[in-house]
């Protein structure tokens, strides 16, 4: 697979970094225990890179097809599989498995996501740990059910011959006949967000190693990094507590600094504040 333009990576453009062959395993066996195979289906590795998968999708399907941009294994056709055409017609079901490109923000990923699901009856695929948000699961149209999130395991992958880390996670989508529910879009409940030069209570660190950090002191607090809150009724100490000791695991759901969005920060703030 190729970092293009990838963030929180810091490698040149053009390099590669290769599933190692522990991690494939995993996916592998995360994969037959949720898509139920026939005989007739055909598996598509749409980045096959140097050919990591080959063997397990091998030990999978009895029909297959590996494609990618430059081709490191004799068995991968050489194809810029954004510019896939070719609808199969002789196969019961259609899957894609494979370590796509990521791009600058998932860009790259978010592409081969959306031509998969053009014609695929399930995505299995390695995606930036990001996608555990709904912000970026959005963009698997509502057919398509996530079935299985395993967060990868560090060094899982190879770059120059050697371990290396990236924050990723395995997701298996699969294509069912009836859309799946989309959480519902949150709102402050007895407090709004506003700018620092409006009145306001607290700042809300909401990028870096300091996010989730709450504050009353916010005359240094930087617009860029921070939201600022005003609440309907005045602060207590016991909410400030309240609101400065909630743990926020999906920071970490991200390659690149740690951040909170505004829909997870109200998700717990709104538990709080009733």
Partial sequence: MSAIKSTGLKRKTTDKYYTSESTVNKCIDLIKGKINIQENDLCIEPSAGNGAFINGIKSLFKNYKFYDLEPENSEIIKQDYLEYTTIETNFNKTHVIGNPPFGRQSSLAI?????SAEYCDSISFILPKSF???????HFPLHFHLECEYDMPKNSFIVDGQSYDVPCVFQIWIKKKTQRSVPKKLTPNKYTF????DEHDISFRRVGVYAGKVDRDTEEKSFQSHYFIKFDKPLTDELFDKLSNINYSC???????????KQDLMKEFNKIIL
């Avoid at 592409?111 to 031509?115: A, H, R, S, V």
């Avoid at 506003?194 to 030069?197: F, P, S």
């Fill in 132 to 138: 555990k948000k709904d912000s970026l699961k959005k």
């Fill in 111 to 115: 592409k081969f996501i959306k031509k």
């Fill in 251 to 261: 920071k970490d759901n991200t390659v690149g600094p740690k951040s909170i969005g």
């Fill in 194 to 197: 506003v700018k620092k030069t």
